[in-house]
């Protein structure tokens, strides 16, 4: 899976035209939002000089948009209602996103606002005492080593946003896939396992607000299905690669 493009587009609007711009724009992004090369917009405006705008548009790549969107039906509608103020754009180009990124302060990581790492210690020792005595589950767990819950504590805090703990320590989301492979989770086990987590979340009291509890079952979900993926006889172990960081309402593109 290729990463996504940021295309940015400026503009500079006189001022007594922007609301026949941004009327267009309303129109426009309708089209945008049907393009099945769109991942999602976004048109500003400067706060201080009126006349400048920049619109964002995250495209799928570069060639969907180019050979994709440009080459559809959607784009002359869309061309249709923006293109008269194409002399008024001062820049347009692809952009790459960088390893540079993360969120600041004003939005708490997920691992933050668990409790950090007593949380995440307090859910796995929860979940595993849980675990060990399930007819389901117990024997894909047998001769589980001490440690084993520790680890999956540290695997949770990196994954919702605290410290790479694991992956200083363990190794990256590769090392965890691995620790699947040939063991024949069936789709009863995995939905155990998503069961017996909230089970245990509720247990070690993480907070039970929809956003968090939201976020923390898409995980959940999205994990275990990739564990029942990599268990199967068909697997093929991912090349190393970084351990998931999992935010609010969102989940990263696995890449295989």
């Not at 708490?108 to 995440?120: I, N, R, S, V």
């Not at 990256?172 to 691995?178: D, F």
Request: net charge negative; with cysteine.
């Amino acid at each position: 899976m290729t990463s996504h493009t940021v295309e940015y587009i400026r503009y500079l609007i006189p001022e007594q035209q922007s609301p026949q711009f941004l009327a267009a724009y309303t129109r426009a992004t309708a089209h945008l939002a049907a393009a099945p090369q769109c991942v999602d917009y976004e048109l500003a405006r400067c706060e201080k000089d009126f006349e400048h705008f920049v619109l964002r548009i995250t495209w799928t790549s570069t060639e969907d948009h180019v050979e994709g969107f440009r080459g559809s039906e959607l784009f002359t509608d869309f061309i249709a209602e923006v293109g008269p103020f194409d002399g008024s754009i001062e820049e347009m180009r692809h952009y790459k996103p960088t390893t540079v990124r993360g969120t600041g302060a004003a939005v708490p990581t997920l691992y933050a606002w668990a409790g950090g790492a007593e949380a995440f210690t307090r859910l796995t020792e929860a979940f595993y005492a849980k675990v060990l005595k399930d007819d389901v589950l117990a024997p894909v767990f047998e001769g589980l080593a001490a440690e084993h819950a520790s680890h999956v504590a540290s695997w949770f805090g990196e994954v919702f946003g605290g410290p790479p703990a694991y992956s200083e320590t363990q190794g990256g989301h590769g090392h965890m896939v691995a620790k699947h492979l040939g063991k024949g989770i069936t789709e009863a086990q995995r939905r155990r396992w998503v069961n017996l987590l909230q089970d245990a979340a509720d247990e070690a009291g993480l907070p039970t607000d929809a956003e968090f509890r939201s976020a923390f079952v898409a995980y959940a979900e999205w994990g275990t299905r990739l564990a029942v993926y990599f268990s199967g006889p068909d697997a093929v172990a991912p090349a190393e690669q970084a351990v998931p960081r999992w935010t609010w309402g969102s989940a990263p593109p696995y890449q295989g």
